[in-house]
């Protein structure tokens, strides 16, 4: 707790008032340690505590994870000033609405930049050597001769990357160290300059990531203008032994079409952890997990112990800080 800084929160509803902390109201649970951070800086609301019911009511400051924001919510919210979103995505957080009352957002890009990285490498090492395939058949009791295996070698291959991000200069770190990957990476929105001291190949489109590589790897948020990013056409233009990985956002992969390639050999094998229903279920994706070269996880790229607590307390710090800077105004 900074010297000196005073709760600009009033007491209202079942809140009791606190002598020199903000408050925080915590709508979703955060790691432990994160929690015990946050009260160390605020007086903290949590999930179980009845008066989390008034937040919309009473909270100036909100830590989430994964609850949704709506435009609905924000109207309804008088005082609330800034809410701390653990994780990069901010899809399920109303922005527009935010901006419009005033009220800001703050993520935490890069924080868990090295877990998805590290996913997306774990996605196309199961693909490539058919781990989950052969997994599912040795489970079901079949015994499996090395002969009826035939992986893919990914060195000295080439990686493409759409998004230019924290995570995506991550994932291409890794592969060229893991493989000697060539890289080519696209992004309409990094400058120019971007990725100056690391060798790749900057494409000026999707089309020219998608036809050279032989891993492509997905890093974009979800918009109206990534939704269906890569479709059918756009797998038509990979390699029949190219793997696609989505850990990004469900809905940037087009998911119907996505089992149409894998089922008619137009790609070899992916591997997705971010899907529209989450947590995605058996009725919703029998279809695509039926294909022995599709690999999917229930959105794990940051479920990691270290960066759930490094995540939740950068995103308990930046509230904090945004205090401190008013009071600094």
Not at 287 to 297: E, Q, V
Request: glycine share 6%; hydrophobic share 40%.
């Amino acid at each position: 707790m900074a010297p000196g800084l005073v709760d600009p929160q009033s007491s209202s509803g079942n809140e009791q008032p606190s002598s020199d902390m903000p408050t925080l109201y915590m709508l979703d649970t955060l790691h432990p340690e994160a929690v015990k951070h946050a009260q160390q800086l605020f007086k903290v609301v949590l999930p179980t505590d009845p008066e989390i019911q008034h937040w919309r009511e009473n909270a100036r400051y909100l830590a989430v994870r994964s609850s949704y924001i709506t435009a609905a919510d924000i109207q309804a919210c008088k005082q609330l000033r800034a809410i701390g979103k653990q994780g990069v995505g901010l899809d399920k957080v109303d922005v527009d609405a935010c901006r419009e009352a005033g009220i800001e957002v703050f993520n935490t890009p890069g924080v868990n930049s090295k877990a998805v990285a590290e996913l997306v490498l774990a996605l196309t090492m199961s693909v490539a050597r058919e781990i989950g395939s052969i997994r599912v058949r040795q489970n079901q009791g079949e015994v499996v001769p090395k002969e009826t295996c035939s992986g893919l070698l990914l060195s000295g291959k080439t990686l493409g990357l759409i998004g230019m991000g924290n995570i995506s200069r991550c994932v291409a770190d890794i592969f060229r160290g893991a493989f000697n990957a060539s890289i080519v990476a696209y992004d309409p929105f990094a400058p120019a300059d971007a990725w100056k001291d690391f060798e790749h190949i900057r494409a000026k489109s999707v089309t020219q990531v998608l036809e050279p590589a032989d891993v492509v790897s997905v890093h974009v948020p979800l918009t109206k203008d990534t939704r269906d990013l890569i479709a059918l056409n756009e797998m038509k233009m990979m390699k029949s032994t190219a793997i696609l990985i989505n850990a990004a956002r469900g809905g940037i992969v087009n998911e119907d079409d996505l089992a149409t390639a894998l089922e008619t050999g137009t790609i070899w094998g992916a591997g997705v952890d971010c899907h529209e229903e989450e947590p995605p279920t058996k009725a919703r994706y029998e279809r695509l997990w039926s294909n022995p070269r599709m690999i999917s996880t229930p959105h794990i790229g940051a479920a990691t112990s270290q960066t759930q607590v490094e995540t939740a307390i950068a995103a308990v710090d930046s509230v904090y800080q945004y205090i401190r800077g008013r009071k600094r105004q």
